[in-house]
């Protein structure tokens, strides 16, 4: 089971895309745990996940995220803004896909 990490301002923003891609993983046939935490939950939450996807308006913050996380190896990446305001789930899936297969 794949662990996604989604991480936002307050944790509530991202709840909808949560939603949206967990539909989407059980569309695809995958079988994928997916949460949503505030910003100062994801260094905790992070040693729980396989990959960690920070809300755009948190994009200040993921160089000291970032570090963080490699040390933990776990990859991190900002979602993309058109996909985080569509609730884009399908495409936000398949970015946290990507960023765990390069892990592997």
């Known amino acids: ?3 996604i990490l989604l991480a936002c301002s307050s944790g509530m923003s991202t709840s909808l ?3 949206k891609m967990k539909d989407a993983a059980r569309e ?3 079988e994928a ?3 949503a935490v505030a910003q100062d939950k994801a260094e905790s939450d992070m040693e729980k996940a396989d990959v960690l ?3 755009p308006q948190m994009r200040f ?3 000291k995220i970032s570090k963080v996380a490699d040390e933990k190896g776990v990859p991190v990446d900002v979602i993309d803004p058109i996909s985080y305001g569509r609730i884009d789930g399908e495409a936000v899936l398949d970015k946290a896909l ?3 297969q ?3």
Do not use: D, R, T
């Open 17 to 19: 895309l949560v939603s």
């Open 53 to 55: 996807l920070i809300g």
């Open 102 to 104: 390069k892990k592997v």
């Open 1 to 3: 089971m794949m662990k």
């Open 61 to 63: 913050l993921f160089k």
């Open 28 to 30: 695809k046939g995958i």
């Open 98 to 100: 990507e960023l765990i």
């Open 33 to 35: 745990e997916i949460w």
